[in-house]
């Protein structure tokens, strides 16, 4: 199933496969000037191809290797003569992806075969427009986001997705999250185009919105955490439930990985530097 969304010179194709009519899990990718960022997940290879078909694709940016954004880069390549661009993080990812993925993911998107992409640049031109590429890890290492500074414009990939979470991935680097949040806050982006929500006004204050509730989950788990309370105990006390999600995914996303990802020491951060409550 694919929805069709025109924002001007930006085209979303919000799509996902169906079980009795419904969709189980969407997601989506964007076509602007000739570009398209992500490629959709492997399972919906046919409406993609058919989509690549009527649109002049002439190059492709995937916002991380997650198998709904890239999952059809060989198609573009074997097909279009378009090999992908990522950051230098994901092309052994996209080029090795997991054989054997989560069942909710094998359901969902299927599963990705071995694809060749290329190292993007620090910036890429469309014949009207040009993007500065901005490295966003937190929700994948190598996750990027582009921005247009003409038009204020912020393709967020899944770094905004909600203003409020009530789950994290098991593999999310929380504080890589937040240190990415700051960084696109800082371009003052008025208009941002998300992969699974398509586009949202307000840019700045709505990832301002999603960075401060964030700041405030990390402050309460930390509290928490100082009175004794266990991973578990904290995770139930966190507003909002992750039942249905924790069920589906098998504790893939959950409010545990929350917890969890909050009292992880930092990347490349010694204990002596782990951060107090108070900075997260
Ligand atoms: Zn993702």
């Not at 078909?53 to 916002?63: H, I, M, W």
Request: glycine fraction near 6%; aromatic fraction near 10%; charged fraction near 20%.
């Amino acid at each position: 199933m694919i929805w069709h969304f025109d924002y001007g010179p930006v085209r979303y194709f919000q799509m996902a496969r169906t079980f009795l009519g419904r969709a189980i899990y969407w997601t989506g990718v964007y076509w602007v000037d000739g570009l398209l960022l992500d490629s959709g997940p492997p399972n919906l290879a046919r409406e993609v191809r058919r989509l690549c078909e009527e649109l002049a694709v002439r190059q492709c940016v995937t916002t991380h290797h997650h198998e709904d954004h890239s999952g059809n880069h060989t198609l573009l390549r074997e097909q279009f003569r378009i090999t992908p661009l990522a950051h230098a993080t994901g092309v052994a990812r996209i080029a090795k992806p997991e054989s054997q993925p989560q069942l909710y993911r094998r359901v969902a998107w299927g599963v990705p075969t071995p694809a060749q992409a290329e190292v993007i640049g620090e910036s890429l031109d469309t014949p009207n427009f040009h993007f500065q590429v901005i490295h966003t890890p937190g929700h994948a290492e190598d996750h990027i986001a582009l921005y247009e500074p003409d038009r204020q414009w912020l393709f967020t990939g899944d770094l905004y997705l909600a203003p409020k979470l009530r789950y994290l991935r098991a593999d999310e680097d929380i504080y890589a999250m937040l240190d990415s949040l700051r960084r696109v806050i800082a371009l003052d982006p008025v208009v941002l185009f998300c992969q699974h929500r398509g586009r949202v006004e307000n840019a700045t204050a709505m990832l301002r919105r999603k960075l401060d509730f964030l700041v405030e989950l990390g402050e309460h788990i930390h509290h928490l955490h100082r009175q004794g309370l266990a991973e578990g105990a904290i995770a139930r006390a966190l507003p909002g439930s992750d039942l249905f999600w924790r069920i589906w995914t098998g504790g893939h996303f959950s409010k545990r990985n929350f917890v969890q990802a909050f009292l992880r020491v930092p990347k490349n951060k010694g204990r002596s530097q782990q951060r107090s409550h108070s900075q997260v």
